[in-house]
């Protein structure tokens, strides 16, 4: 019986909305808790400045994905409500009334906290040109001259150049103007009417090009007060205060900033595409055209040019945001990471030597003497590179066949594969082209890979292959030996410096065997039979997440001892979400790390009193998968790159894999206990729907991912005083031996 | 260590696994790559297999050969079964599949791709040899007939071919409309029908209480009663060794009788195409469950490519089995000859007499092991003809032989055999005929020579009564001297000898002389 059927049992329905959280709101909850980060004077400058940043660029994706698929289904009429209870029209309502606070509180934020202290720092950032002294006007006047101007294109709007087109997430400048020969009679009739025709002006407008540093820095010459303070403008603000250089027979009337995000959300119809390669493509294109779902002002637009956006870009009253600063703070991220400043930054991480590693030692040697866990960040990636780049130039190797998803600009992986391939490897690779935002990228090395001579899969129709899997396969002297690296992250070297993630490297055969038959199954061969280790999306996984909550609430129900601990990154399938709660009603004990959305409620009376859920913002981006269930003592671990989303589950290739070497499971039993223990970066559910700060009295302050630093930097200590203390190690006499 | 890759191009799939064959670990499985291509669709409703299946064919096959390189493969084999068997352009298609890929496909014959099964099987399952003590039936579902071998005592007693296979059922049945009966109740009645005779001629004496499955779809059904929760105790025994009562087995079935094919693509975990050829498949094991009473049912999960593994490995003396099934091939071979009145104890001297001279000029005639199989089975097939008509065995056995299957032979050693049967009358057919049956010259000569052999062979043995302990035949000189040790008078043997010797010093250049053990 499938869980859906099975809605109503015991008088309770599982399924009404009122036991669900909307997942639009939920993201919006995460944005928040990113926010607050930004808020918590506890933290360092530079920190807080890079976390409203990181909540601008997360509320930029949020409006590309989700708001635009709901503005797609209000036109398409889809009315159909969320497991909430929420039509696409509400929830784009709600999300208006939430989005415009959030905004408002970003901007409350850096005018009254961030802006201030960073002065107070000795790093001024101009917001108006106006605000210039006559020194610093005539620096960037010529900055202008020579450096922005040739990169200018001016685009006039009259009767006979149409609006032009406004591409996706740019930052542009607009501006009313007026005809100089016309300008005196203007001005003469303003005065009689008080209002302007609109017949007199134009309109023009100018991107601000992102081919140029947004933040400019000015000389500490230029008449500030201290030889230590920094000053910065952006550079849409010396583009405005030479706007009449671009328009010479004009004279501007006005001019305001502005952006706009628009429907980006990418839904190939793949069962047409003939060629999914060329069909992407076309998308991407197509992307900068999509409806216009946000357009961003500045506060204090002149109404006549406010107008003219609206009705140019057809953008409604809920969709216009007006911001009190500088409009997209994604260049925050620049001044956080400005050279220098080091008391005001969190000071940055080296990844260390993996407990289970040994440096120099050849890494398939070391993975046959048992499985491998690698925790990412704080344990390096390199061995991860190392295993394709070893494979790439060893003798023994046959072939190497990996999933990629996302990878670095200047990935060694790709270079390795590339090399295995000219090595004559048999290299296979399953490149994701839907990965979102990345499809551009992705097409350009996939291309260099075939090149190299690589098999290259762009992708499963219908589906999209998230798993993360590689596989070695060498001809060693006892036989056909296969080595598996699974792993809950993509194979991306640079976010495997700040991704929470894990791996695992092993030579099980049994691993091996399902390794192989995932990559039969990618290549367009038939699916196996029966899978030994691996739980594989979209076919067989959400029915093994369920039959392993489901076995928990039949021990809870036996009268034994049940639990469940779960880490992802978000929670919104329904199914799975009813399998919880039907396990926390018959006492199953479940706590869940869920750093972003999570459609469960906590608390309910019956349904979910025993759940508790947690969600951990730090100064990592937490990202891996682990999920633990009791099983009556007999207990099971696994990690993955599923979420337990309907996504994940159901239109995605996932892998979820069990780890079963003692050592690594008591990791990971410590690794749990020290999230679940965390009270400085944690935010607790609370059955309102709100995130709040554990309570910390009388507890331990524990900041798990501080913890998490500590205990690899000791471990690699260790591991380092072993191997000095042990250079010279005496023979033992034979009685010695004996005993 | 040799890498080995066995090729099956089926009726409704093409797999490929890649083993590895050593002495010390034997065969193992390292990779199984099947795509879906249904060629038995275009063979059995067209006759012919289309241009664009072929292609797909091939650009799979070229996939293969890849994977092959991949892994460096030492060897291969590539068999076509039915659909490629079965279509009018068997020829075609293979040639071009060869200058495609280079790789070629030879197509097996049903009675050698059950008899490479049934090794498989006996070769793969550990407990195979426990299993086939008692009444055993292994019913090998394909997906233009369904073959049922019938154990017992640890001996194959019978082998049938039932026209059930799932994709002609499949098709059978889409091609009738709908009437008041239900899919099931039609499936039902079309393979209640095919089995009657069936029941009728093998299932009176024998207690089936065992039924051992080959099917590429039913260990689905195993995998989901093992996997799920619910059904942990019904299935015994790890992978390989999966068993399941039949009481079990039927119950699930008739659960799924309930579902549409969708829902019994979700329930169990398949695509919805290899949902459509899971019902067939489980319908023809629940009726031949019924028609036997059989009381345990075991799905090992083996595949044609396991046979032609273990064949390679075993011809290649990298495996040796505990199984005897050149035995089991003369088992099956007695008892058509049993079905056709042939008289044991004369097949068993004319056998041992065609085998003795057989064995004794191994130098002249240069013939393997197979050769001398097919002499076996000539010699207990030599009778059947006078079943028909007692004045001209030779054509009547040529057709009777032509009409049956041998399981583990080829097509073409079926024609051997029967072609050296009818021969072995000298006064029916000449040994010239048997230039015309268009044999090439290695299967041409080892025809003439066996030929030789039996009907010299039957010169020795002229009547039933006759009982041989033992025949020996020595070359000596230009003589080949055939001892007999018998009680018997075999006065009319040697007076009428000389009847039956002249093909065979025309084709050796030696002459027979018949002697009694002092």
């Known amino acids: 019986m499938k869980t859906s059927d099975k809605k109503k049992t015991g008088g309770i329905d599982y399924r009404s909305p009122e036991y669900y959280i909307n997942r639009e709101l939920s993201w919006m909850k995460f944005d928040e808790r990113v926010l607050e980060e930004a808020r918590d004077k506890s933290l360092p400058l530079m920190e807080r400045v890079k976390m409203l940043g990181i909540t601008a660029s997360n509320l930029d994706e949020f409006f590309m994905v989700r708001v635009a698929s709901l503005k797609d289904m209000v036109h398409a009429g889809y009315n159909k409500r969320d497991i909430a209870g929420m039509t696409p029209k509400e929830q784009l309502s709600e999300l208006s009334t939430v989005t415009h606070e959030f905004t408002d509180l970003q901007y409350v934020t850096w005018r009254r906290s961030l802006l201030p202290l960073l002065k107070e720092k000795g790093i001024r950032i101009i917001s108006r040109h106006e605000e210039l002294s006559a020194k610093e006007g005539a620096y960037l006047d010529k900055y202008f001259e020579e450096e922005i101007f040739p990169v200018l294109t001016p685009m006039a709007v009259d009767s006979s150049r149409p609006f032009p087109l406004v591409r996706n997430k740019t930052l542009n400048i607009g501006a009313i103007m007026t005809p100089l020969d016309s300008a005196n009679l203007l001005s003469r009739e303003r005065e009689k009417d008080g209002e302007k025709k609109p017949d007199e002006t134009d309109f023009a407008l100018v991107q601000v090009p992102d081919v140029l540093p947004r933040l400019i820095p000015l000389p500490s010459d230029l008449g500030s007060d201290s030889k230590s303070e920094r000053t910065f403008i952006l550079l849409e603000e010396v583009i405005e205060r030479n706007l009449s250089r671009l328009f010479l027979n004009y004279r501007i009337e006005c001019a305001h900033p502005f952006r706009i995000m628009r429907n980006a959300d990418l839904a190939i119809d793949e069962d047409e595409a003939e060629d999914l390669l060329k069909e992407i493509e076309k998308q991407v294109k197509r992307r900068q055209w999509g409806e216009v779902i946000r357009l961003e002002v500045e506060e204090g637009i002149e109404p006549a040019l406010l107008h003219i956006l609206i009705e140019e870009l057809n953008v409604g009253e809920q969709d216009i945001y007006r911001i009190n600063g500088p409009l997209d703070l994604a260049f925050l991220s620049k001044i956080a990471s400005l050279p220098g400043y080091d008391d005001l930054k969190i000071p940055g991480w080296t990844p260390r030597q993996p407990k289970y590693m040994v440096k120099d030692e050849d890494i398939f040697t070391q993975i046959r003497k048992g499985d491998i866990l690698l925790q990412h960040p704080y344990e390096s990636f390199e061995p991860v590179v190392d295993f394709i780049r070893t494979a790439a130039d060893d003798k023994d190797t046959l072939a190497i066949k990996m999933t990629l998803y996302r990878v670095s600009g200047n990935s060694p992986i790709i270079a390795a594969l590339a090399r295995a391939a000219e090595n004559g490897k048999q290299v296979m690779v399953l490149v994701e082209l839907k990965a979102r935002f990345d499809e551009e990228h992705n097409i350009n090395w996939a291309r260099t890979l075939e090149k190299a001579g690589c098999h290259v899969i762009y992708g499963l129709v219908g589906l999209k292959t998230h798993s993360k899997i590689a596989l070695v396969v060498r001809r060693e002297e006892e036989g056909i030996r296969r080595y598996v690296h699974l792993g809950t992250g993509n194979y991306n070297d640079t976010t495997a410096r700040f991704y929470t993630d894990m791996g695992l490297l092993t030579c099980s055969e049994a691993i091996g065997e399902d390794a192989t038959a995932v990559f039969n199954m990618l290549s367009g061969y038939s699916e196996p039979v029966a899978w030994n280790k691996l739980s594989v999306a979209p076919l067989w996984l959400k029915d093994r997440f369920i039959y392993l909550i489901g076995r928990e609430e039949m021990h809870a129900k036996a009268g034994r001892e049940a639990r469940i601990v779960a880490k992802m990154n978000s929670l919104c399938d329904p199914d799975i979400i009813e399998a919880l709660y039907r396990a926390s009603a018959a006492g199953v004990k479940i706590d869940l790390i869920i750093r972003g959305i999570c459609s469960l409620k906590t608390g309910i009376p019956g349904i979910s009193e025993n759940i508790t859920v947690r969600s951990i913002v730090g100064f990592f981006l937490e990202h891996s998968r682990i999920f633990y269930f009791l099983n009556g003592g007999n207990e099971e671990y696994y990690l993955g790159s599923a979420d337990w989303m309907p996504r994940n589950l159901d239109r995605r290739v996932e892998i979820v894999f069990p780890v079963e070497r003692e050592e690594l499971r008591a990791d990971l039993r410590h690794f749990l206990s020290l999230e679940l223990s965390d009270t400085i970066k944690a935010h607790v559910l609370t059955p309102e729907g709100n995130y709040e700060k554990p309570d910390r009295r009388g507890k331990k302050a524990v900041n798990s991912q501080k913890e998490l630093c500590k205990e690899a930097r000791e471990n690699a200590r260790r591991r380092q005083q072993v191997l000095t203390d042990r250079v010279f190690i005496p023979e033992m006499s034979p009685a010695e031996e004996e005993n | 260590m040799k890498l080995f890759a066995a090729i099956d191009v089926g009726s409704y799939e093409i797999g490929m696994k890649i083993f590895e064959l050593s002495r010390k670990n034997g065969v193992k499985e390292l990779d199984y790559i099947r795509h879906r291509i249904e060629l038995g669709t275009d063979s059995y409703n067209t006759g012919k297999i289309s241009y664009e299946r072929m292609d797909e064919l091939c650009s799979v096959l070229k996939g293969f050969k890849e994977i092959m390189n991949s892994y460096h493969v030492d060897s291969f084999r590539a068999f076509g079964t039915s659909a490629i068997r079965e279509t009018d352009n068997t020829k075609v298609i293979l040639d071009q599949i060869k200058l495609r890929t280079g790789i070629t496909v030879l197509p097996l014959s049903n009675s050698e791709q059950r008899f490479l099964d049934i090794k498989s099987v006996a070769l793969k399952s550990r407990n195979f040899h426990s299993i086939i003590e008692s009444g055993t039936a292994l019913i090998d579902i394909g997906g233009g007939s369904t073959q049922v071998s019938i154990f017992d005592s640890s001996k194959l007693i019978t082998t049938v071919n039932l026209m059930l296979g799932k994709l002609r059922l499949r098709r059978s049945l889409s091609e009738l409309e709908p009437a008041s009966y239900s899919y099931e109740e039609l499936l039902s009645e079309i393979i209640e029908n095919e089995i009657h005779s069936f029941k009728k001629m093998y299932l009176k004496k024998l207690s089936i209480k065992n039924i051992i499955v080959i099917d590429d779809h039913l260990p689905y059904i195993l995998h989901k009663l093992s996997g799920d929760g619910m059904y942990d105790a019904a299935v015994q025994g790890e992978s390989d060794e999966r068993s399941v009562t039949a009481e079990q087995f039927v119950k699930f079935i008739d659960r799924l009788r309930q579902m549409s094919g969708e829902q019994i693509s979700r329930e169990i975990g398949i695509p919805m195409e290899s949902a459509s050829l899971l019902i067939p498949s489980a319908y023809i094991v629940k009726h031949l469950i019924k028609a036997m009473e059989a009381e345990k049912i075991f799905v090992p999960g083996v595949a044609l490519s396991d046979g032609i593994a273990y064949d390679y490995a075993e011809k290649n003396r990298i495996i040796r089995s505990d ?190 002389v018949l002697r009694k053990k002092a």
Do not use: C, W
Not at chain 2, 473 to 482: G, R, S, T
């Open chain 2, 323 to 512: 199984h005897d099934f050149s035995r089991d091939i003369i088992t099956s071979v007695e008892n058509i000859s049993t079905r056709y009145r042939g008289g044991q104890n004369m097949g068993d001297i004319l056998s041992k007499s065609a085998l003795a001279v057989f064995d004794g000029m191994k130098k002249y005639h240069g013939l393997d092991a197979r050769g001398r199989l097919i002499l076996e089975i000539a010699s207990r097939l030599r009778d059947v003809g006078r079943f028909v008509s007692l004045s001209t065995p030779g054509p009547s056995a040529y057709s009777i032989i032509m009409g049956t299957e041998i399981i583990g032979l080829s097509h073409v050693e079926r024609e051997m055999v029967a072609v050296i049967v009818s021969s072995s009358y000298p006064k029916d057919i000449s040994y010239e005929d048997v230039m015309e049956s268009g044999f090439d010259e290695k299967n041409y000569l080892t025809v003439v020579k066996l030929t030789a052999i039996l009907r010299l062979a039957s010169g020795m043995v002229r009547s039933y009564k006759r009982r041989f302990n033992g025949v020996k035949a020595l070359v000596k000189e230009k003589e080949l001297i055939i001892t007999v040790d018998t009680d018997n008078n075999i006065a009319l043997e040697r007076g009428l000898f000389f009847e039956k010797t002249g093909l065979f010093e025309e084709v050796f250049g030696l002459k027979p």
